[in-house]
C-alpha cells in the first residue's frame, strides 16, 4: 500500500512468471515483459469495486513507478 497524490494504491512487485504476455507500461509507454520483474498497481479506494479494481491493475517498469511516486505534482 503507497500513498500517491491521487489517493492510495496497492503496489506488487512480481519477480516475472513464465509467460509470453506483456504489457503497456503507463510511465514510458513501452511493453514491460510479463516475464521480467516488474512492478502491477492498482487503485485501493475501490470505488468502483474490488473486480474493477483488478482490471484496472497497471504493469509498470520498476523506474516508471519510482518516477511516478517521486513526481507528486502539486496544484
Ligand atoms: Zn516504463
Request: proline letters at 9%; aromatic letters at 6%.
Amino acid at each position: 500500500m503507497e500513498d500517491h497524490p491521487d489517493g492510495e494504491w496497492v503496489v506488487q512487485v512480481v519477480t516475472g512468471s513464465a509467460t509470453d504476455r506483456s504489457y503497456r507500461c503507463p510511465g514510458c509507454d513501452q511493453l514491460v515483459p510479463g516475464a521480467s520483474p516488474h512492478v502491477v498497481a492498482w487503485p485501493a479506494d475501490g470505488l468502483l469495486g474490488a473486480e474493477a479494481a483488478l482490471a484496472d491493475r497497471r504493469h509498470w517498469h520498476r523506474p516508471c513507478w519510482d518516477r511516478r511516486a517521486a513526481r507528486r505534482p502539486r496544484r
